[in-house]
Protein backbone atom coordinates (compact mmCIF):
# COMPACT_ATOMS: atom_id res chain seq x y z
CA UNK A 1 0.00 0.00 0.00
CA UNK A 2 2.49 2.55 1.07
CA UNK A 3 4.23 1.59 -2.65
CA UNK A 4 0.92 2.67 -4.53
CA UNK A 5 0.51 5.89 -2.41
CA UNK A 6 4.37 6.99 -2.90
CA UNK A 7 3.43 6.18 -6.66
CA UNK A 8 0.23 7.90 -6.42
CA UNK A 9 2.24 11.17 -5.19
CA UNK A 10 5.52 10.96 -7.04
CA UNK A 11 4.81 9.78 -10.34
CA UNK A 12 1.07 10.80 -10.49
CA UNK A 13 1.42 13.96 -8.58
CA UNK A 14 -1.80 12.98 -6.92
CA UNK A 15 -2.42 14.58 -3.23
CA UNK A 16 -5.33 14.42 -0.60
CA UNK A 17 -7.60 17.90 -0.93
CA UNK A 18 -6.65 20.44 1.83
CA UNK A 19 -8.26 19.53 5.02
CA UNK A 20 -9.61 15.82 4.19
CA UNK A 21 -9.04 13.58 7.41
CA UNK A 22 -6.29 10.70 6.53
CA UNK A 23 -7.64 7.55 6.91
CA UNK A 24 -10.86 7.89 5.86
CA UNK A 25 -11.74 6.85 2.13
CA UNK A 26 -12.33 9.45 -0.25
CA UNK A 27 -15.95 8.79 -1.79
CA UNK A 28 -17.76 11.60 -4.05
CA UNK A 29 -20.74 13.12 -2.08
CA UNK A 30 -24.22 12.12 -2.70
CA UNK A 31 -25.50 14.85 -5.41
CA UNK A 32 -22.30 15.27 -7.44
CA UNK A 33 -22.23 13.94 -10.89
CA UNK A 34 -19.96 10.82 -10.41
CA UNK A 35 -22.47 9.87 -7.50
CA UNK A 36 -26.00 11.51 -8.22
CA UNK A 37 -28.29 9.28 -5.92
CA UNK A 38 -25.82 7.52 -3.92
CA UNK A 39 -24.64 4.31 -5.97
CA UNK A 40 -22.33 3.78 -8.39
CA UNK A 41 -25.24 3.75 -11.79
CA UNK A 42 -25.83 0.62 -12.90
CA UNK A 43 -28.10 -0.46 -16.32
CA UNK A 44 -30.63 -2.49 -15.82
CA UNK A 45 -29.96 -6.26 -17.24
CA UNK A 46 -30.69 -6.87 -20.82
CA UNK A 47 -33.53 -9.66 -20.98
CA UNK A 48 -34.14 -12.29 -23.79
CA UNK A 49 -36.88 -10.15 -25.68
CA UNK A 50 -34.71 -7.23 -25.55
CA UNK A 51 -31.65 -9.33 -27.23
CA UNK A 52 -34.01 -10.85 -29.90
CA UNK A 53 -34.56 -7.05 -31.42
CA UNK A 54 -30.81 -6.01 -31.06
CA UNK A 55 -29.58 -5.36 -34.47
CA UNK A 56 -26.07 -6.07 -34.07
CA UNK A 57 -23.56 -3.34 -35.04
CA UNK A 58 -20.63 -4.18 -38.12
CA UNK A 59 -17.40 -3.15 -37.16
CA UNK A 60 -13.80 -5.04 -38.48
CA UNK A 61 -11.28 -6.97 -35.96
CA UNK A 62 -9.28 -3.35 -35.59
CA UNK A 63 -12.44 -1.46 -34.64
CA UNK A 64 -13.85 -3.98 -32.06
CA UNK A 65 -9.96 -4.11 -30.83
CA UNK A 66 -10.20 -0.14 -30.77
CA UNK A 67 -13.01 -0.58 -28.54
CA UNK A 68 -12.45 -3.19 -26.32
CA UNK A 69 -9.17 -1.77 -25.21
CA UNK A 70 -10.42 1.64 -24.48
CA UNK A 71 -13.20 -0.48 -22.42
CA UNK A 72 -10.83 -2.36 -19.95
CA UNK A 73 -10.37 -5.48 -22.63
CA UNK A 74 -6.49 -5.12 -23.59
CA UNK A 75 -6.13 -8.46 -25.52
CA UNK A 76 -8.88 -8.87 -28.18
CA UNK A 77 -7.72 -11.46 -30.47
CA UNK A 78 -10.76 -12.18 -32.62
CA UNK A 79 -11.88 -15.56 -31.05
CA UNK A 80 -15.59 -16.06 -30.59
CA UNK A 81 -15.11 -16.07 -26.76
CA UNK A 82 -13.01 -12.72 -26.79
CA UNK A 83 -16.15 -11.37 -28.94
CA UNK A 84 -18.98 -12.83 -26.62
CA UNK A 85 -16.79 -10.92 -23.57
CA UNK A 86 -16.65 -7.51 -25.63
CA UNK A 87 -20.27 -7.81 -26.31
CA UNK A 88 -21.29 -8.12 -22.86
CA UNK A 89 -19.35 -5.47 -21.91
CA UNK A 90 -21.74 -3.18 -24.75
CA UNK A 91 -24.46 -5.38 -23.64
CA UNK A 92 -23.64 -3.86 -19.92
CA UNK A 93 -23.34 -0.29 -20.91
CA UNK A 94 -26.56 -0.33 -23.32
CA UNK A 95 -25.01 -1.02 -26.73
CA UNK A 96 -25.57 -2.94 -29.23
CA UNK A 97 -23.33 -6.33 -29.62
CA UNK A 98 -20.89 -5.96 -32.18
CA UNK A 99 -20.51 -7.95 -35.45
CA UNK A 100 -17.51 -9.42 -37.28
CA UNK A 101 -17.25 -8.32 -40.70
CA UNK A 102 -14.22 -8.14 -43.15
CA UNK A 103 -12.77 -4.84 -44.09
CA UNK A 104 -14.27 -3.69 -47.82
Keep these: MSQLQSYASVQLHLHRPNGAPRGT ?3 PPIGSPLRPDGHSPRPAPVTAAQLRNLIPAEADFDTVRWWAGE ?23 GLNPFKLVRRA
Excluded at 71 to 93: Q, Y
Design 25 to 27: PMV
Design 71 to 93: HGIPAFDGSVFMLAEVNAKRLRV
